[in-house]
């Protein structure tokens, strides 16, 4: 990330007075209606500005300018939003309506976020049913030529920045100095583990906090605090399960909380939740199980952390073999101890990943995904896809 973004990141996410809020408000609520026409949407934009929440309302706006008649005048990629987020049922209506007038790929994908937050929504099993139908029946139309991925070509892992150690130092320094118990876990761990070092094709920084440690108000607030960090967003991670009347739900619980460090790395912090004899970490679209672990000290690069005690089977739920370095590595594919959630959401984002031009292992990746787990299926000559935990 450039300097240029991690000080727009900074200014986005930090205090703003009335004066400015209300100025961005009236500007959000014109702009949304001028490109979306409903007043719905401009009144919601206009709210999470006078809320003091700038990052949510630029996101929105950006999603809103790349799905709306502004798509040609706006360069580079579509970003990856799921535009629902923190949306009231009613916002929600209004953005189906909307959509329901856009036509080509983008709108299509962005209607099954839409379904996925109804069907989440949703407390009558009938009309989730119906709603989860319609999802079916859309998904379908658009994975219809999507083929089983060619496993004989290995799947690729992202390609990592420059990623210096006097960067890396840095960036876990500055989150080491948030009052808050975090422990270095994954491939940073496996760094101070088999190299006492950060590793050298790493490409960010990996901490863990205990559920009942983190206060995510203080993180934010000691985020804010300190010149060389950035907020860039979190994530819930949530599982739907059945209950007894035949409704799928479940409760989000915070998973991932993004930081940018002023060089430029990120720092992923994952929040670990106790599960019977496992302590599992993930985000909106994973899920990593490790047996409960206390912890110890360790050396990082001459830096003193705090890590799994029982490091060779942490590492080892982790990557099998993390004996032998790799240099590319994928944390869908590479991990065995992750899943994948039942959440229409977390779907509707593969399958935007899976669809979209884009990276080329990123779409193998989203695509083999959704066939490994039985959402996609062959028929005659054509792919269909299905919920395949209904």
Same mark, same amino acid.
């Given at each position: 990330?450039?300097?240029?973004?991690?000080?727009?990141?900074?200014w986005?996410?930090?205090?703003?007075g009335?004066?400015?809020r209300?100025?961005?408000?009236g500007?959000?609520?014109?702009?949304?209606?001028?490109?979306?026409?409903r007043?719905?949407?401009?009144?919601?934009?206009a709210?999470?500005c006078?809320?003091?929440r700038?990052a949510?309302?630029?996101h929105r706006?950006?999603?809103?300018?790349t799905?709306?008649?502004?798509?040609?005048?706006m360069?580079?990629?579509?970003?990856?939003?799921?535009?629902t987020?923190?949306?009231?049922?009613?916002?929600?209506?209004?953005?189906?309506?909307?959509?329901?007038?856009?036509r080509?790929l983008?709108?299509?994908l962005?209607?099954l976020?839409v379904?996925?937050r109804q069907?989440?929504?949703?407390?009558d099993?009938?009309?989730?049913?119906?709603l989860?139908q319609r999802?079916?029946?859309q998904?379908s139309?658009?994975?219809?030529?999507?083929?089983?991925?060619?496993?004989?070509?290995r799947?690729?892992?992202?390609s990592?920045?420059?990623f210096?150690?006097d960067?890396?130092r840095?960036?876990?320094?500055? &989150?080491?100095?948030?009052d808050?118990?975090?422990?270095?876990?994954?491939?940073?761990?496996?760094?101070?583990v088999?190299?006492?070092?950060?590793?050298?094709h790493d490409y960010?920084?990996?901490?863990g906090?205990?559920?009942v440690?983190?206060?995510?108000?203080?993180l934010?607030h000691? &985020?804010?605090?300190?010149a060389?960090?950035?907020?860039?967003?979190?994530?819930?991670h949530?599982?739907?399960?059945?209950?007894?009347?035949?409704l799928?739900?479940?409760?989000?619980q915070?998973?991932l909380?993004?930081?940018?460090?002023?060089s430029?790395?990120?720092?992923? &912090?994952?929040?670990?939740?106790?599960?019977?004899?496992?302590?599992?970490?993930?985000?909106?679209?994973h899920?990593?199980?490790?047996?409960?672990?206390?912890?110890?000290?360790?050396?990082?690069?001459?830096?003193?952390?705090?890590?799994?005690?029982?490091?060779?089977r942490?590492?080892?739920?982790?990557y099998?073999?993390?004996?032998t370095?790799?240099?590319?590595f994928n944390?869908?594919?590479g991990?065995?101890?992750?899943?994948?959630?039942?959440?229409?959401?977390?779907?509707?984002?593969q399958?935007?990943?899976?669809?979209?031009p884009g990276?080329?292992t990123?779409?193998?990746v989203a695509?083999? &995904?959704?066939?490994?787990?039985?959402?996609?299926?062959?028929?005659?000559?054509?792919?269909?896809?299905?919920?395949?935990?209904?």
């Amino acid at each position: 990330m450039s300097p240029r973004a991690f000080r727009a990141l900074r200014w986005l996410n930090r205090s703003h007075g009335p004066a400015l809020r209300l100025t961005f408000a009236g500007l959000m609520a014109v702009t949304t209606f001028i490109i979306t026409g409903r007043a719905a949407l401009a009144r919601e934009a206009a709210a999470l500005c006078r809320g003091d929440r700038f990052a949510t309302a630029m996101h929105r706006l950006r999603w809103y300018l790349t799905h709306g008649w502004t798509a040609r005048m706006m360069p580079g990629d579509v970003p990856l939003f799921d535009p629902t987020s923190d949306m009231d049922p009613g916002t929600v209506h209004a953005l189906a309506d909307w959509l329901a007038g856009r036509r080509g790929l983008h709108a299509d994908l962005a209607r099954l976020y839409v379904l996925a937050r109804q069907i989440r929504d949703s407390r009558d099993p009938a009309d989730q049913q119906a709603l989860m139908q319609r999802f079916e029946t859309q998904a379908s139309d658009l994975v219809r030529d999507i083929a089983y991925p060619d496993t004989r070509k290995r799947v690729a892992g992202k390609s990592a920045p420059q990623f210096t150690l006097d960067q890396a130092r840095a960036a876990l320094s500055a &989150i080491q100095s948030c009052d808050l118990p975090f422990y270095v876990i994954s491939g940073t761990f496996l760094g101070a583990v088999r190299e006492g070092a950060f590793l050298a094709h790493d490409y960010d920084i990996d901490v863990g906090i205990d559920i009942v440690d983190f206060d995510e108000a203080k993180l934010r607030h000691q &985020i804010t605090a300190s010149a060389d960090l950035a907020y860039i967003n979190a994530s819930d991670h949530l599982d739907l399960t059945r209950d007894p009347d035949g409704l799928w739900t479940g409760q989000p619980q915070p998973a991932l909380i993004r930081v940018m460090h002023a060089s430029g790395i990120g720092i992923d &912090i994952f929040v670990h939740h106790p599960d019977g004899d496992l302590s599992w970490h993930g985000s909106a679209k994973h899920r990593w199980d490790n047996s409960a672990f206390t912890l110890a000290d360790y050396a990082l690069s001459g830096l003193s952390v705090r890590g799994p005690a029982d490091a060779d089977r942490y590492l080892t739920e982790n990557y099998g073999d993390w004996r032998t370095p790799v240099t590319s590595f994928n944390c869908s594919t590479g991990t065995p101890n992750v899943s994948f959630p039942r959440n229409p959401s977390a779907l509707a984002e593969q399958l935007r990943t899976a669809l979209l031009p884009g990276r080329p292992t990123d779409r193998q990746v989203a695509a083999l &995904i959704l066939w490994q787990e039985g959402y996609l299926h062959r028929t005659g000559d054509r792919t269909t896809f299905r919920f395949g935990w209904i």
